[in-house]
């Protein structure tokens, strides 16, 4: 077995172990105001750094390609509270554009 499978398979404890131990939290811990707070802001922060690192990143560096003016547009009008597929097409539409002009 290789050093990758062993690394694969320790990962795959460690995530396991860790969502039982969540589990096993008691109720009391994640009723108090300031616990609650974070683990309902915990995942929009998460989902946050996921779009910026994406958006910005290719492999190990930074990058200005037509993932910028998509992410600008689909904030502009999550902004304006359109509705999310509309959201999405829009921001699909202006990435295939800047991609035909051949920016990105």
């Known amino acids: 077995m290789s050093w990758l499978w062993i690394g694969v398979i320790g990962a795959t404890v460690v995530a396991f172990v860790q969502k039982w131990l969540g589990y096993q939290v ?60 509309a959201v999405v097409i829009a921001a699909a539409v202006v990435a295939a554009v800047c991609r035909a002009l051949g920016w990105g």
């Open 26 to 85: 008691p109720p009391a811990v994640l009723e108090k105001p300031r616990i609650a707070r974070v683990t309902a802001l915990l995942p929009v922060a998460l989902l946050g750094a996921l779009v910026a690192t994406q958006a910005v990143a290719d492999g190990q560096h930074l990058t200005a390609d037509a993932r910028l003016p998509a992410l600008a547009v689909a904030a502009l009008l999550l902004a304006l509270r359109a509705p999310f597929l």
